[in-house]
């Protein structure tokens, strides 16, 4: 087996796996697993960090982290911890678990960091808590990997990738979730930011789901 069949084949240890499982968050196994194998290909190539936008509670964090403790890298995380849009009082994917009563605001942080510390993943991870094109603007180092599920709206995502994708190294991951061609199966930004990377030079390696892995061509 070559190293690169190694890597698309690679799998969280059945603990990670379970503790992805039992996390509070959106991300079925199928593409989770994708993401974990693409996550440790990006970080073995090039030997940087990992990055996501969308911590929410830590369910895809965690195997981002893994990925970072297993090929001796780091993950990042970014998120303002405030939910989504959908996430808010009223809609459709709204926890009300997830308000701190102090502020009456969505507050994730304390899941996440709970969600991290069981799975015994906290030193492979940094939480980067803030709005993420704020966060974009001040980082300064080349990425590996850049795994796109924050806001959906096209605000939020296009934003995400105009802010993250010029961060990743040549021959780098983007990964983008909820990419839905047909209106019908769900929301539509996430879908034309996909269609954006395409014309911009990235091309398709992996479908999962909803879940797309981009590769940036060295072009
Ligand atoms: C779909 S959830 C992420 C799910 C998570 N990746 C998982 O697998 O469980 C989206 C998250 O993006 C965050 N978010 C939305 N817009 C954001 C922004 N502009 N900056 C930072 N975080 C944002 C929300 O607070 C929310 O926690």
New binding site residues.
Partial sequence: MTDAIARADARPAPEVLAAFEA?T???PVDEGLALYAAAVDAATRTGLPVL??????G???ILLADAARRTGTVALT???????EE?QPGWEYHDPTLVDPAVGLMD?LPTFRRTLHAAGLEDHLIALV????QVAAVWGGRLALVFI????TDE?AT?DYEGWAPHLAEDGLLVI?DVFPDPADGGQAPYRVHQRALREGFEEISVTGSLRVLRRSGG
């Fill in positions: 996390a968050g959106f991300m996501e936008i969308g911590t929410y509670c369910r895809s964090a970014v998120d303002h911890h405030r939910g989504s996430q994730t803030g709005r993420s094109p599920d924050g806001g959906h939020h934003g979730h």
